[in-house]
């Protein structure tokens, strides 16, 4: 299984959730291939945002080698399921993908914990600590759905 978590800049939630998803597949003894990017047009090649790194440090997970890509319509084609963090995220999946998108691969990550419901892992940039560690605790929450439903496959 291949999956992609994709937030805006790729470097606070999608990195959460490419380490704690990492985590929990390999806890579960799954050989899982696991990436994050961005859909914003920003430099790429940046480390996580500091906080990130420091709410995942206190979770056990080292996240300070990863280093931001950006997120190209290659990505449906490499990939098994692509997770956004947010609507605004998917929109932008949506057009960047163009012919390439393929909304059968392709969910809002909470929806793993609450189906049909379309709730955002909102952008902890620019706040406290505590939104980063809320960010973590809804990521955790999802990747262990998502580690339910798909590790007999």
């Not at 800049?9 to 597949?25: F, H, M, W, Y």
């Not at 963090?85 to 793993?112: C, F, H, Q, W």
Request: hydrophobic share 40%; aromatic share 8%.
């Amino acid at each position: 299984m291949k999956i992609l978590m994709v937030c805006l800049g790729n470097i606070c939630r999608s990195p959460l959730a490419e380490a704690v998803l990492q985590q929990k597949a390999s806890q579960a003894g799954l050989n899982w291939k696991i990436d994050s990017a961005g859909t914003y047009d920003m430099p790429m090649g940046k480390a996580p945002h500091p906080l990130s790194q420091k709410v995942a440090l206190v979770h056990g997970i080292d996240i300070c080698s990863q280093r931001s890509r950006r997120f190209t319509a290659d990505d449906f084609l490499n990939y098994d399921r692509l997770y956004a963090l947010s609507d605004d995220v998917m929109e932008e999946m949506k057009t960047i993908g163009a012919n390439r998108y393929d909304p059968t691969k392709t969910a809002l990550l909470m929806n793993e914990v609450f189906p049909g419901e379309n709730l955002n892992v909102d952008d902890p940039w620019g706040g406290s600590e505590s939104g980063f560690q809320q960010a973590y605790d809804l990521i955790a929450a999802a990747c262990d759905s998502i580690i339910g439903r798909y590790k007999n496959n």
